[in-house]
């Protein structure tokens, strides 16, 4: 389970650009996360201006929805998406050293 909100954030973002027609049940598995969560990090992202959420008007289902990311949350997905690849790179960087470290250890070639 995602403890970062903005992790949170990029990922529901990230999926609802390409899967508009998913529904908040779908959702939640998908990020895993409880169906409450999901619910109101939609809402929030509404209220944000970033999605805009609308009824399917022929739809059997008139709970299903049609969830599209507006300029303004193309732009803040942009950005989330620049701020998770720096730290993502970030983390990569750390663990490749200590990757090496443990290789130069197991290989005998110098503790700490």
Same mark, same amino acid.
């Given at each position: 389970?995602?403890?970062?909100?903005?992790?949170?954030?990029?990922r529901? =973002? /990230?999926? *609802?650009?390409s899967?508009p027609? @998913?529904?908040? &049940?779908?959702?939640?598995?998908h990020?895993g996360?409880?169906?409450g969560k999901?619910?109101?990090? =939609? /809402?929030? *992202?509404?209220e944000?201006?970033? @999605?805009?959420? &609308?009824?399917?008007r022929?739809s059997?289902?008139?709970?299903?929805?049609?969830?599209?990311?507006?300029p303004?949350?193309?732009?803040?997905?942009?950005?989330?998406?620049? &701020?998770?690849?720096k730290?993502?790179?970030?983390?990569?960087?750390?663990?490749?050293?200590?990757?090496?470290?443990?290789?130069?250890?197991?290989?005998?070639?110098?503790?700490e």
């Amino acid at each position: 389970m995602m403890s970062n909100p903005n992790e949170t954030q990029f990922r529901l =973002l /990230r999926y *609802l650009d390409s899967h508009p027609q @998913v529904s908040q &049940r779908e959702l939640a598995e998908h990020l895993g996360v409880s169906l409450g969560k999901t619910n109101y990090c =939609l /809402r929030a *992202l509404v209220e944000k201006g970033l @999605v805009k959420a &609308r009824n399917f008007r022929n739809s059997q289902n008139k709970r299903a929805y049609l969830y599209k990311l507006t300029p303004q949350g193309i732009e803040a997905k942009a950005r989330i998406t620049a &701020r998770f690849l720096k730290r993502r790179m970030d983390e990569y960087e750390r663990l490749k050293g200590e990757i090496e470290q443990l290789q130069r250890e197991v290989n005998g070639e110098g503790g700490e």
